[in-house]
């Protein structure tokens, strides 16, 4: 059977990781190793997560955030299949058993499952209205649906260690949405994706310590956000080899020229734009007057098409308020509360039976 390892980071987790580890030595697949990274936790969590013996281990380390504590934990880890997870979520008894099998019957690089946020209770998990990325993948090429319509988190995934080195990892220069740069550089090496419906992961909901939002709220997610638009933009045109000269001929002839059409410059995708247009709105917000280098560098992207700067303002205003609304519309004809990038339906019957109660 191919050897998997688990990766948890934590941070002050000894009240919630115990219930996060029985839902993963439970699995009909089980790990061959369960990595915790105490990043610097002052509650016990180390000793918690030691408590339970073999396949679980414990790596203590001085606060570093959640990027270099995941990174850690991979550097350790001997399988040939890797689990990044979240120390306070809980796992369906089939995930490993399930992405695995998804993995050697695709030959795929990723299997990511659907997850779906909500409290849990004892051994009761009580949902919110949608279960995530139910419906699959989306259409057309990844990389630009990741850019501008798509959202995954890699702890619903199950990855070939391949995949994880070539990507070189996790970033530690932001500390927020640093999962999506993770999975982006896998795109961009080349990684195949495949989706695995029939697991589930429960994201545990009102915990206010959760590790990847840790002292970055709205205002600290705004500047992780625009860095990580701005870091994504130059991966993924350096990836490309279309260097500023290209870019700028593409800007000259227009999006309906050949070179545009084979052409990897997220600048030159709408949807991209316009979300550089809305992290520039939120840095006006939060911060009026700070970072102005983030903000003259999201302009450049969002105003570089057009001389009338207001006309393309009021592009973006409409194209977010229409956006808003159909999926508004989406939502109420699908039963369900989520933005369209999450790809949710429904929580079903058969999602409440994936829950582990019996080893909680």
């Not at 790990?31 to 414990?58: H, K, L, M, Q, Y």
């Not at 970055?216 to 625009?226: D, E, N, P, T």
């Not at 130059?234 to 593409?250: H, L, M, P, T, W």
């Amino acid at each position: 059977m191919p050897s998997i390892s688990v990766i948890i980071p934590a941070y002050n987790r000894a009240q919630l990781l115990p219930a996060t580890l029985r839902s993963l030595i439970h699995q009909t697949v089980p790990a061959d190793e369960i990595i915790v990274v105490d990043d610097g936790s002052t509650d016990g969590t180390a000793e918690v997560a030691e408590s339970f013996g073999n396949p679980v281990r414990v790596i203590r380390q001085a606060n570093a955030g959640p990027g270099a504590a995941r990174n850690r934990g991979f550097a350790e880890s001997t399988g040939e299949f890797i689990h990044f997870f979240d120390s306070d979520d809980v796992a369906s008894l089939n995930k490993h058993e399930v992405q695995l099998q998804t993995l050697l019957e695709t030959n795929a690089d990723i299997s990511y499952c659907p997850w779906v946020k909500g409290l849990i209770v004892g051994n009761e998990f009580i949902p919110e209205s949608a279960v995530l990325q139910k419906r699959g993948l989306p259409r057309g090429n990844l990389i630009k649906a990741l850019l501008t319509s798509w959202s995954v988190v890699p702890h619903a995934c199950l990855f070939k260690r391949q995949i994880v080195e070539k990507a070189g990892g996790f970033p530690t220069d932001i500390t927020a949405v640093e999962d999506q740069m993770m999975f982006l550089r896998c795109l961009l090496q080349g990684a195949r994706v495949a989706h695995s419906a029939e697991t589930l992961e429960f994201y545990r909901m009102g915990d206010p310590t959760k590790l990847t939002s840790q002292g970055h709220a709205q205002r600290g997610m705004a500047c992780s956000w625009a860095r990580y638009l701005l870091s994504a933009n130059e991966e993924v045109c350096e990836r490309g080899g279309y260097n500023a000269s290209v870019q700028s001929s593409i800007r000259n002839y227009g999006e309906r020229s050949e070179i545009a059409r084979h052409a990897m410059v997220p600048s030159q995708w709408f949807g991209f734009r316009l979300r550089t247009y809305e992290a520039h709105k939120d840095l006006e917000n939060f911060f009026p007057h700070e970072h102005n280098d983030l903000k003259a560098s999201l302009k450049r992207i969002h105003f570089a098409r057009c001389e009338a700067v207001n006309q393309y303002r009021y592009t973006y205003e409409l194209s977010g308020w229409w956006h808003r609304k159909l999926s508004g519309v989406r939502e109420r004809l699908r039963g369900v509360r989520a933005r369209s990038c999450f790809r949710a339906q429904r929580f079903s019957e058969q999602d409440a039976a994936l829950f582990p109660r019996e080893v909680l």
